[in-house]
């Protein structure tokens, strides 16, 4: 597959290579997008292409606005194969691709379905939902929920673009999604600072601990074709291996700060039911609850990393090319996603400890009023 995109590259760069000693330049087709809808099936059916059962249809579409033809007739899988849930009905929205061509031609085509209305819809759900169940906090993490995003879109990755190391932007960018989410879901009291110094503090030794496992396993942050393509053009300077560990950080964070908040509230409710309760008899109790909510966590850790890779996991199984199980395990591509998963699991297991002896200290101090 790397040779394959290699070789398409350099096919792509040949052109440009020739259009700069003629005066005669490519233009390519122009693209535009508009919303439309289908108002007649004009024909259906199914077809056979290597033996291997596709669908097609003749759609006649309406737009919604943009485009001077109101309606116009549009193949939906004469050139391409589509699935039957690829198929339209009548009614239904969809993305249409105007392509006009250098020579003023112009062709229609389907994009992609249109789902902005069921995503808004399937959001406003979820927020009432937390704000039913959770309340206050609720909304709180809602509004953490969104300035995460806002970090990563706005702060980490265009800075990585602009050439700065992946590592220390995402770092300082997880700190400030720390500070700002953790206060805002739980609001300001011990119990979140000792939780959000936990959570740093065992973020710090999972970058450690990622960067030993990197080394020691050889991973060249190369383990996706979207990594690989990263190596050509502009983002040719961009570390893959700062990436990679970016790619552990992010990942890593919420589950990391979802232990030691739940781990600090722990250990504080056990000094409030028995103010009697010494650093040494919190930290006991506390660890004990600790390993039950690890364990859970690192099972969801990995099945996220499962669940990310999955189509990996169907060709692993099918292996149509009969490659040896060893083969395929030490490639990149699947050993990426275990340096994750077990990078990942280690710093949720060293923050068990690491919150729960930190909350015993400051709370074994604490009157129960506090």
Do not use: C
């Amino acid at each position: 597959m790397k040779k394959f995109l290699f070789i398409t590259i350099l096919f792509l760069a040949i052109p440009k290579l020739a259009l700069a000693q003629t005066p005669i330049q490519f233009q390519p087709p122009k693209q535009e997008f508009f919303k439309a809808q289908v108002v007649e099936i004009v024909a259906q059916g199914e077809k056979t292409i290597e033996g291997t059962k596709s669908y097609y249809q003749t759609l006649r579409v309406k737009f919604e606005g943009g485009v001077k033809e109101k309606f116009t007739v549009i193949e939906n899988g004469k050139d391409f194969q589509i699935t039957k849930d690829q198929l339209t009905k009548p009614g239904q929205e969809i993305v249409v691709a105007k392509t006009t061509n250098f020579n003023g031609s112009v062709t229609y085509s389907i994009y992609d379905m249109y789902r902005l209305n069921s995503i808004v819809a399937l959001a406003v759900i979820f927020f009432l939902l937390i704000l039913v169940i959770a309340g206050k906090k609720g909304f709180g993490s809602v509004l953490g929920m969104v300035i995460s995003l806002a970090v990563i879109t706005v702060f980490i990755i265009p800075n990585i673009l602009k050439g700065s190391d992946p590592l220390t932007i995402t770092l300082i960018g997880s700190i400030v999604i720390l500070l700002t989410t953790g206060f805002l879901a739980h609001g300001f009291s011990k119990k979140t600072t000792v939780a959000l110094i936990s959570t740093l503090i065992s973020l710090l030794l999972t970058i450690a601990f990622a960067q030993i496992a990197i080394s020691f396993a050889h991973i060249a942050g190369l383990g996706s074709e979207d990594a690989f393509a990263l190596q050509f053009g502009p983002t040719a300077l961009i570390s893959l291996k700062g990436l990679f560990l970016s790619g552990v950080i992010i990942g890593t964070l919420g589950a990391l700060n979802d232990i030691t908040t739940t781990q600090a509230a722990t250990v504080y409710e056990l000094k409030s039911a028995n103010p009697k309760f010494k650093l040494l008899d919190l930290f006991e109790k506390g660890i004990s609850v600790g390993k039950e909510h690890a364990a859970s966590l690192v099972n969801t850790l990995v099945l996220a990393y499962a669940g990310s890779a999955f189509a990996v996991f169907i060709f692993l199984i099918l292996n149509p090319a009969h490659i040896p199980y060893w083969v395929i395990i030490n490639n990149e591509t699947i050993s990426d996603e275990i340096v994750k998963a077990i990078a990942g699991s280690a710093g949720l297991l060293l923050s068990v400890p690491i919150v729960t002896f930190i909350a015993a200290y400051v709370f074994a101090k604490m009157k129960v009023s506090e």
